[in-house]
Nanobody
Framework: VQLQASGGGLVQPGGSLRLSCTYS????????MGWFRQSPGKDREWVSC????????DYAEFVKGRFTIFRDNAKNTVYLQMNSLKFEDTGVYYC?????????WGQGTLVTVSS
């Protein structure tokens, strides 16, 4: 199993970024996937996930209405569309794949929201 996250960068408050997590070694039919983030001085926190079974999505309260997770099975990629970004969204974003036991992690991509 391999996960490769990308798409981070520097963005102004109110701006948008799209993160990508390209995976290999498993089928999205079997693994749910999602994103965590770690902001400076904080513990890693869960952001969003998409289920393996039917593509049901879920979001942490602090990103609801701003972030959207979706997948492209043909490209073996899960995306996190982030809109209306805030200073507090700054952090390293990690994608994960959950087979039902211990998750697999990507390497993280840095998002910096700054004016």
């Amino acid at each position: 199993v391999q996960l490769q996250a990308s798409g981070g960068g520097l963005v102004q408050p109110g701006g948008s970024l799209r993160l990508s997590c390209t995976y290999s070694g498993f089928s999205l039919d079997d693994y749910s996937m999602g994103w965590f983030r770690q902001s400076p001085g904080k513990d890693r926190e869960w952001v969003s996930c998409i289920s393996s079974a039917d593509g049901t999505t879920d979001y942490a309260e602090f990103v609801k209405g701003r972030f959207t997770i979706f997948r492209d099975n043909a490209k073996n990629t899960v995306y996190l569309q982030m809109n209306s970004l805030k200073f507090e969204d700054t952090g390293v974003y990690y994608c994960y794949a959950n087979p039902g036991g211990a998750p697999y992690w990507g390497q993280g991509t840095l998002v910096t929201v700054s004016s």
